[in-house]
Nanobody
Framework: QVQLVESGGGLVQPGGSLRLSCVAR????????MAWYRQAPGRQREFVAD???????DYADSVKGRFTVSRDNRKSTVYLEMNSLKPEDTAIYYC???????????WGQGTQVTVSS
């Protein structure tokens, strides 16, 4: 059974940085697109970034130039480096294994990121 476990969230001041990690247990992630989503209070969950092969990441416009997604397939881990954080980045951040063929998506439980002075 697949289990995605996020960590690294917390409280940070505006302009600060955090690094989120997502460990995939029960699978190897080599063949999968791995993504980060976030959900702020009262808002729908939204796409943040994804990575398929470590060479062509994709980002939401709101985080381009500030966030970096990366992966270590040997560790089955995906990272989200977040810099120049803003209060509007406050949300629960979720890791997602995107569907592949007949294999459906899988979600982590989320980690809270709060940007506040």
């Amino acid at each position: 059974q697949v289990q995605l476990v996020e960590s690294g969230g917390g409280l940070v001041q505006p302009g600060g940085s955090l690094r989120l990690s997502c460990v995939a247990r029960g699978i190897t992630i080599d063949a999968y697109t791995m993504a980060w989503y976030r959900q702020a209070p009262g808002r729908q969950r939204e796409f943040v970034a994804d990575d398929t092969d470590g060479r062509n990441p994709d980002y939401a416009d709101s985080v381009k130039g500030r966030f970096t997604v990366s992966r270590d397939n040997r560790k089955s881990t995906v990272y989200l480096e977040m810099n120049s954080l803003k209060p509007e980045d406050t949300a629960i951040y979720y890791c997602k294994r995107e569907p592949l063929g007949a294999i459906g998506a899988a979600w982590g439980q989320g980690t809270q990121v709060t940007v506040s002075s």
